[in-house]
């Protein structure tokens, strides 16, 4: 780590992407309460936006929507956001720590447009914007290695978001293995948000039950090639589904309409479907009103891989 000088007081700005599992495979739960995984993660074009201006040590957050989040129902969420247990707050703080400056802080304005609750890491990806965005204001002094430690004192999904590529992640989230380019297809991303959040602590509980329950072992991913075996599939859709039987309507109905796959992101609550072609995924979404789980949709949204 090298040492440097802090920078004279300016704003600063940058936009955090939402991310969406192509494959999640879920391990047993070790002794940190923590579960391994094993997951295709891919970034598509929706983004936060995260203003901010360094202060003189103390710290304040304000969180507005964006025109994706432009819903009433979801202004108490945004507002819930607003305090210093904020993740991106949390980030810099630890950022700070790490280079011993004690007369630092961030005064943060965050425009939100992807969904709360919903699978799709953004508040992992606002994170990790600031811990790049940082790095960068005080010249590098942590190298990716070392900077990707301190994401994962965040929170696991933080270490994939530094990266610039899609990635395969295992582990506990601290593994990164990014995907050059040219592998992977671009696809047009239709997301369906319904009318409620998932909790993931809820969900990984609710998992580890499912299996309890039925007397079945955890996957044991730990001597899977996957790289070379990569499925569209993702675990948690096994106990999410049963408990959220509209989720599973919303995937049928976009494989019924030409998506190349659909999955529950992450924990959920977001599905999203992939489609080859902008036409049918807009096509998909003019049918939308048609399907009879649409009364309970917040929230629809035409993205893409990046």
Known sequence: MKSQSPPDLMNFYYYAPAKVNFSLKIGEKRQNNLHKIQSLMRKIGIFDKIFFKLTNGGYKISVISGEILKKDILKSELECLANEDNIVIKAAKIYFEKLNIKDKGVNVLIEKNIPLKAGLGGGSSDAAGMLLKLNEIFRSPFNMRELQKIAFEIGSD??????????????FGENIYEIPETILPKYFIVLIIPDFGIDTKEAYNDFDDFLLTNNIDYYNIQYLDFKKNIKFENDFETVIFRKHPIL??????????????????????????????????????????????NKRIALSSLATTL
């Open 158 to 171: 933080v270490p994939f978001f530094l990266t610039k590529r899609d990635a395969i992640v295992t582990g």
């Open 248 to 293: 599973k309507e919303v995937k049928d109905s976009m494989m019924q309409c030409g998506a190349e796959t659909s999955l529950l992101s992450g924990s959920g609550s977001a599905i999203f479907g992939a489609f080859k072609s902008k036409e049918k995924a807009v096509i998909y979404l003019a049918h939308l009103e048609s399907f009879p789980f």
